[in-house]
């Protein structure tokens, strides 16, 4: 337990103590050495406070008790719209972006989000400036502009962001599922608001918009509805006096958030079949049944019971049964919050095969076949082993990035008394058969809504949803299906899940010292003809968890279209066939990745070390000794299908970014040269291309955590002899391991562009290439991008309102480094290029007009992100995995580009942008990658002053590739 005051450097004075009231106590983790505590304003405002002695970047988040569910009837969207105001000026801070810019300065990051229930605003800062910035954040909950110019421009964004949503089926569904609600009830509204709720509509109707947000924000952002959290170095006193001195002015109305009364999905919208033609191919099936909400019931977590064991995964479960008929492919189910202490959902999806979409009745009757089951199988057992996990998990809690631990906290404080705060999720104690059969009970064949979703439904739907234009239908269930429901009995095929044998009951840490103050690098600890094994054993985190990485590298994985697919298609097969066994092993904290790469296959395996050999080996014999299901793999083949067809629904600027890969990068091949190569193989081919990718091999291995030299040197011998036993592996020759490699642009603009046939927003991407990766080079790009990607936020976004969708940011690939502008806009592509142009060339008097104390602000903002540590395990060993997997082994790379940065001279940078980005320079590489809208006046327009890409393998095969970024050399 953390107690208030324990360790603090400073004492509160008397007067200060008198301001607030302390909490006495709040629930942490064993591993956590932080200090916290709960204090409570004047003004009613609750705020949790944390002393973290060795954070390397502070944080505040704040959650106000009000979210698009208190929009007014005439104005959906406002509670997000006002959200999306307050980061535009205060009386205080009157500039536009002083809030995002004095962040940006000082190494940090924004962001705010408006639910149906709350509003939540967070950031993260380097640690010597949490206290103006918390100045700067605290007035947007005293005294906000809203100016008339910033609202009419902010609207635009607003428009922006629900347009980038509309051809998203997540969000069509979820907007489906309100607009078919109980009209009367709030649910039933707009959430996020666009031109035509927001402008249109009030201008016919006589509403001034900037009044009704004053008036939103003086009635609900009151500080008795506003939780507040504050993570920094300063002492618990410290930072009490830092939050009751720029809090305290927030205005308390003593506000009431009212419950919306009833459920939205009462009686009359029960017994529903919902029909929906989705944008992207996809079958699901979407259950759901009304229930009030069990957020306040942390302690028992009825819910979590009942979704434990409907959504389980392993032998004799729902899932096993529907994948063993052919009509499924996965499920997920689980409690959906609506209002703590309201209502809410309990919801079951499912991922239909072609032959499920006809045998849906016949799934629904299995899940209430499950029900059955589980309404006389309460046990007691299950319940202890879920809290066992839980009180585990919360034991050795990674973690998190401060800014993402501030707004959960923010969030949960807003539900949970202030001994919860922390542990609320995990504090599973009391066992309440009576409230998990409340729950069962609830799931009953009147109480569902059934939704499902195929393009094969076409001609079955006849309405058209408002919002997002999805179209679908809605009937009442057939009376023969609910009786056939009703009487569903019990299967003998579905059963409770076995103990879980992966839980583990090793805790020991190996590293027996005192905790590391500095990172230290991993080892090369061993090398074979096949393996070259890293190591590093944890001295720093110091949890019982650890990480196993391996890249097998094969000649046979990326030669062609097909073996690509052969290599996909392989993975998929083996994830398949251990889904039942590792799914134990993922409730227990123990999970594992599988993924093909263009040099052949990647896996990890991570979580707590003590069942970790025994996971690992069980699936590198699968892998190479894999029987692939004959019934299950036509399934397989057909989801891989539907992704490759659904990538020309992507996003314009996600395809852009693509197509940018497309045009740079040595060999890529696209959707289409997959799709020609995939549908014709079969189980037979894959299984007989396992043994060729696996006969001649090269393995990089990282083992980092609670592991010892010992167990790596062990683990890699395991793989070393399951590959020769089993595949008779070879090692590869040196020609053999390749990286793949970049193109050198021509100097000059290229231009390549593709058209949706889906979207009618444009995106562009502006790649500048730099050249390979140095350390000088890194210091100096690093620099370059902190000057220029706050102002390209400001002025392309905020100010201009391209696009929800801009930003700029380095790109680095295949050892190429460079900076790129994305924006995703209404705006015609040539236009989006003109004003990047723009900009640069505004960039260019700024950065030559900038003050040495302002270069060296950005300077120390650069050098604080580059020194910041990784938080956990698994960001650790991210770090050292990028580093084998380049073949460049630069460990100490932060430390070397802080120390080059702090040689950059204003003039160097000022060099370095007029040769890399200034429009008249004579090395500037430029890249513009247009995805252009359906309706695009430019669709038959060629650009002057571009060389136009109609073929990127012609364009690249003309152009010399940059060399590889390492020299990857065998073992001797």
Not at 811 to 818: A, D, E, T, Y
Request: glycine share 4%.
């Amino acid at each position: 337990l953390a107690k208030p005051g324990q360790h603090t450097q400073r004492l509160l004075s008397a007067r200060a103590i008198h301001a607030m009231t302390l909490s006495p106590e709040v629930r942490k983790s064993a591993s956590d050495d932080r200090l916290y505590r709960v204090i409570r304003l004047p003004n009613q405002l609750r705020a949790l406070l944390i002393h973290d002695a060795k954070a390397d970047k502070a944080a505040a988040a704040l959650a106000v008790g009000v979210g698009s569910l208190q929009n007014p009837r005439s104005l959906p969207g406002l509670a997000h719209f006002l959200e999306h105001m307050l980061f535009l000026g205060t009386e205080k801070y009157p500039v536009e972006n002083e809030y995002s810019a004095f962040i940006s300065d000082h190494s940090g990051m924004t962001n705010a989000y408006t639910s149906d229930c709350e509003t939540v605003y967070y950031f993260d800062v380097a640690p010597e400036f949490l206290e103006p910035a918390v100045d700067r954040f605290a007035q947007f909950f005293i005294a906000p502009l809203f100016n008339q110019s910033c609202t009419s421009r902010e609207l635009n964004a607003v428009h922006s962001e629900h347009e980038k949503n509309i051809h998203h089926d997540s969000w069509r569904l979820s907007q489906l599922n309100k607009s078919t609600s109980d009209p009367s009830h709030p649910y039933n509204q707009f959430s996020t608001g666009n031109k035509e709720t927001l402008e249109t509509s009030p201008q016919e109707e006589g509403i001034d918009v900037r009044a009704e947000l004053l008036a939103f924000h003086a009635k609900y952002y009151s500080a008795n509805i506003m939780s507040l959290v504050v993570l920094g170095r300063e002492s618990l006193d410290e930072l009490s006096a830092m939050v009751n001195s720029k809090f305290s002015s927030v205005r308390n109305s003593d506000v009431v958030v009212p419950i919306p009364p009833g459920h939205p999905h009462g009686p009359a919208q029960a017994g529903k079949l919902l029909k929906v033609v989705p944008v992207k191919e996809v079958r699901a099936l979407h259950i759901s049944f009304a229930m009030k909400d069990h957020t306040l019931e942390f302690e028992s977590q009825p819910a979590h019971f009942v979704s434990h064991l409907i959504g389980h995964e392993g032998p004799g479960s729902l899932l096993s049964f529907l994948k063993s008929q052919g009509w499924a492919d996965a499920l997920s189910a689980g409690e959906y919050p609506g209002v703590a202490g309201g209502f809410g959902f309990f919801r079951i999806q499912v991922d239909l095969s072609v032959k499920g979409l006809n045998f849906v009745d016949d799934i629904i009757l299995a899940l209430f076949q499950y029900v059955e089951m589980i309404r006389d199988n309460v046990h007691e057992w299950i319940f202890t082993e879920c809290k066992l996990l839980e009180e585990m998990n919360f034991r050795f809690k990674d973690k998190d990035r401060p800014a993402n631990y501030c707004s959960s906290l923010a969030r949960s404080m807003r539900h949970y008394p202030d001994e919860h705060i922390i542990d609320a999720r995990y504090a599973l104690s009391k066992f309440r058969p009576d409230l998990i059969k409340e729950v069962i009970h609830m799931l009953y064949p009147e109480n569902i809504r059934v939704l499902i979703a195929s393009k094969t439904l076409e001609k079955d739907v006849d309405q058209v949803e408002k919002w997002y234009g999805t179209r679908y239908s809605e009937t009442s269930i057939q009376p023969e299906v609910m009786k056939k429901w009703k009487e569903c009995g019990t299967s003998k095929e579905l059963h409770l899940p076995a103990h879980n044998e992966f839980i583990p009951s090793d805790f020991g840490i190996k590293h027996t010292g005192p905790p590391a103050q500095e990172l230290a690098p991993p080892s090369l600890v061993n090398e074979t003809k096949l393996c070259k094994v890293w190591h590093k054993l944890d001295d720093y985190h110091l949890l019982p968890k650890a990480t196993v990485q391996l890249n097998i590298i094969s000649p046979y994985a990326y030669v062609r279209a097909r073996e690509c697919n052969l290599t996909r298609l392989f993975t998929e097969a083996l994830k398949e066939s251990l889904n039942e066994y590792a799914y134990a092993a993922d409730l227990a904290g123990l999970h594992y990745t599988c993924t093909n790469t263009s040099q052949g296959v990647e896996l990890a395996v991570y979580g707590y070390n003590d069942k970790l050999q025994k996971l690992l080996e069980c699936i590198l014999l699968r892998m190479v000794t894999l029987s692939i299901d004959r019934n299950r793999f036509p399934l397989l083949v057909d989801s891989y299908v539907r992704k490759l067809r659904n990538f020309e629904l992507n996003e314009p600027h996600q395809r852009a970014m693509y197509n940018l890969s497309l045009v740079v990068q040595e060999k890529l091949f696209v959707p289409e040269e997959k799709l020609a190569e995939v549908e014709d193989i079969t189980a037979e081919e894959v299984e007989a291309f396992a043994k060729q990718l696996f006969s001649r091999v090269h393995v990089d291995m990282l083992c980092f955590g609670n592991i010892t030299k010992e167990e790596a040197c062990s683990y890699s011998d395991m793989i070393t002899k399951i590959l020769e036993e089993h595949c008779k592996a070879k090692p590869l020759v040196s020609s053999e391991l390749r990286l793949m490699r970049e193109v050198q642009l021509p100097v000059g603009s290229s231009l390549f562009r593709d058209i949706s046939s889906v979207h009618t927003t444009s995106a562009i991407e502006n790649y500048f290439q730099f050249g390979p990766e140095s350390t000088a080079n890194a210091a100096r790009l690093l620099l370059l991008n902190q000057i220029l990607s706050e102002p390209a936020f400001n002025i392309l976004r905020t100010q201009e309102q391209l696009g929800y969708i801009v930003f700029c940011s380095i790109r680095r690939s295949c050892g190429v480094q460079g900076i790129h502008f994305v924006i995703q806009s209404d705006r015609e592509a040539s236009h989006l290029d003109d004003r990047v142009e723009a900009f640069l060339q505004a960039m260019e008097a700024s950065l030559e007009s900038m003050s040495e104390a302002d270069f060296a602000t950005h300077v120390n903002s650069v050098a604080s992100k580059l020194l910041e540590k990784p938080k956990n395990l698994r960001e650790e060993a991210r770090l050292m995995w990028s580093e084998i997997l380049s073949g460049c082994f630069e460990f100490k790379r932060a430390v070397e580009e802080e120390r080059a940065l702090r040689t950059v001279t204003k003039a160097d940078l000022l060099g370095f942008f007029r040769t890399y980005l200034k429009a008249d320079s004579g090395s500037r590489r430029k890249l513009s990658i247009r995805s252009l809208g359906k309706d695009s006046a430019e669709k038959e327009l060629m650009p002057a002053g571009f060389t136009f890409i109609r073929d990127p393998a012609f364009f690249k095969s003309s152009l010399a590739l940059y060399p590889e970024s390492r020299s990857l050399k065998l073992p001797q």
